[in-house]
Each structure stands twice: as C-alpha cells, then as structure tokens.
C-alpha cells in the first residue's frame, strides 16, 4: 500500500454494494432491548457468573432479549472474554446455554476456548476479539484454526494494517470506533486516521473509508449502561451510516452527538 493512502485523510465515496453494520455494546437485556430500538444490527452482551438465583433470573432476561432482538431482525452475540475467572466447565455450560436460546455468534478471545467451540458447537458463528498486535497473518491464522466468521480488530491499528487485513483475510472484520489506546502501542499508531485523540467527530468522517476498505462493521461502546445514553449512541451511528451511505462522496459528517 503506498504511503500516499497511510497518510491520507481524505475519505473516498463507499462503493454502492458496502453498508457498514453496526454494532453496540450492552450490560444488561434492558439495554440490549435500547440498541435494539436505536437500530444497531448485532448487540454484544457480557457473559458473567452470580449467584445461582440470580444467575438463573439473568438467563431468563437474556432469553427475552434474544427473542426481542430477533423479531426485528438484530443479532445477539455473547461476548465470554470478560469474565476471565470462570472455570472451563463454567464456561462450557454458557457457551452450550448459548446456543440453546439461539445466540447468533460468540465473542472469544481465548484460542483454546474458540477450539473448543469449532469442534463442539461448529453451528454457531464465532467472533474472535483479535489480540493488540493483529497483522494479515495473524488474522488469516485465527480463520483457519477456527473458522472465524469475524474478526474483531483494535480502533489503534494503522490504516494500512486494517486495510491489508481486510484485502486478505475471508472473513467480516469489525473495528471499534473508539476507545482508550494503550501505552505500548500509541508509537506503532502512525496512522492520522486512527488517532483516538481525534474525537467522536473524525471517527464519524471516517465511515466512508471504512466502507471502501472492506470494514464490514463498526462496533461502538456507550459512555455508561443507562439505557439512554446506549439508545442515544447507537441511534447517532446508525443515523450516521445511512447518511454517509446515501451521500456518497458528499458525506461530511454533518452530524451532533447527542
């Protein structure tokens, strides 16, 4: 790729055929059912143990969610690399009571885990959380080993290393719009594109990019689990992608935060 588009900050029109999908972080089924509402196509929920009375009240709200979700058309994904505590039976027992109340995918980020999955439950799609130093290979790699259907790779990594991995890795490959960039890796981020410290705003302007490069979805995280400010965020960015998608090279993003 030349430096010439490393370098660039100039988004190109998004082909025709290439709508971002969006997904959206939630804490809890009422906020599951607020992403729902605001639009977002998957919505990713944390997995975690508690107490047995309330564990099981949990589930029951989590089928609910999945059932709202699809009857307008959403996805579920249960995203098990939070709870890192849980022992492999525990998490074994959620990945099998995942795929009984119809979860469309799981989010992994443990190998082994993914292995377990792909031989045990090869119906149910899986979305490997990509490690900090994700390159084509790496990513081609986590494809074969799991047959991922997506992958989800960091907002800090360079254009050029999002761009290559979506050029040549045959699966979904889904960025986070935002969020902190650790110490470790803010040398490697010489990307202008992909500076965090640009804002809301830029990352907004970046859609079309985005879109032309492949990107098959935009993940975005709320600024709290209040039901609100989840609808608030999802409706933005969803509201922002069907804008940026009927404008074309017009796009400008032209858009507030709420």
């Known amino acids: 790729m030349s430096s010439a588009l490393l370098h660039s900050t100039i988004a190109p029109a998004a082909p025709q055929s290439a709508r971002l999908q969006l997904g959206c972080l939630a804490a809890s089924p009422a906020t599951v059912r607020a992403a729902v509402d605001a639009g977002a196509d998957w919505v990713r929920i944390a997995f975690r143990s508690q107490p047995p009375l309330m564990h099981a009240a949990r589930n029951n709200r989590l089928s609910g969610a999945v059932r709202y979700a699809h009857k307008r058309g959403r996805k579920l994904v249960l995203d098990m690399a939070v709870q890192t505590d849980l022992s ?11 795929v009984e109340q119809g979860f469309d995918a799981l ?7 993914a292995l377990y999955c792909a031989t045990h439950y090869p119906s149910i799609p899986l979305h490997i959380i990509a490690p900090a130093d994700i390159c084509p290979r790496t990513a081609h790699l986590l494809k074969l080993q799991v047959n991922a259907a997506r992958i989800l790779v960091p907002h800090y990594i360079s254009l050029a290393q999002l761009a290559a991995i979506c050029a040549n890795v045959n699966a979904e490959i889904e960025v986070s719009a935002a969020g902190p960039v650790p110490g470790q890796m803010s040398l490697t981020c010489n990307d202008p594109c992909y500076l965090a410290e640009q804002g809301t705003r830029d990352a907004l302007l970046r859609l079309p990019l985005l879109a032309s490069i492949g990107v098959h979805a935009i993940q975005v995280e709320p600024r709290s689990d209040m039901p609100d400010d989840v609808a608030n965020m999802a409706y933005t960015w969803k509201t922002a992608i069907d804008r940026c998608h009927a404008a ?3 796009w400008q993003g032209g858009f507030n935060m709420m």
């Open 107 to 113: 989010a992994i980020a443990d190998l082994s885990l």
């Open 248 to 250: 074309g090279p017009n």
């Open 88 to 98: 492999w039976q525990e998490r074994s027992h959620a990945i099998s009571w995942a």
